[in-house]
């Protein structure tokens, strides 16, 4: 993985969990097999 595929991912960690209406638009299960996988990621970037 670079290094700026994982500074682009912690933005968006950041980003989400700063937005209470965001974060709560995201369903709990995703959110934490995205946080496990890395997978749910992509599925934001698609947004």
Known sequence: ME???V???RRMV???KSDPI???D???PS???G???GNEFLH???W
């Open 3 to 5: 290094f700026s595929e």
């Open 7 to 9: 500074v682009r991912k």
């Open 14 to 16: 950041r980003h989400f």
């Open 22 to 24: 965001l974060a709560t």
């Open 26 to 28: 995201i369903p709990s």
């Open 31 to 33: 959110l934490k097999r």
């Open 35 to 37: 946080r496990k996988s």
């Open 44 to 46: 934001f970037e698609k």
